[in-house]
């Protein structure tokens, strides 16, 4: 799984101070990067997980404030939280999102 970015750690700080401003609590800043990996992140695409390939179709929050991604193979669908996803070379349009809100979630 691809967990260092390919993006510098000054255009992640300045992608996470826009996701973030005016959210004044955790909860807000959640929402303010669900808004941006939503609105920004060019879907659907495929990637692997566990082994399988699976088409991400969308992204949603939960009530934990979580993103996750929406996966599906065949008939079955599976919510799979966003920073666990395996994203595929070339990355998607938009993926820098994810990059950000991961620096900013601190994995």
Known sequence: MRKTSKFTTKYL?????EATTDAYNESEQAGGFFAMIEGNLALPFATQVLGQEVTVAKVDITKRDQI????????????????????????????????????????
């Open 13 to 17: 700080d300045k992608l996470i101070e």
């Open 68 to 107: 996750v991604a929406i996966c599906s193979r065949g008939n079955v669908t599976q919510a799979i939280p966003i920073l666990d996803l395996q994203m595929p070379e070339p990355l998607p349009r938009g993926a820098e999102w994810i990059d950000a809100y991961r620096r900013w979630h601190g994995n």
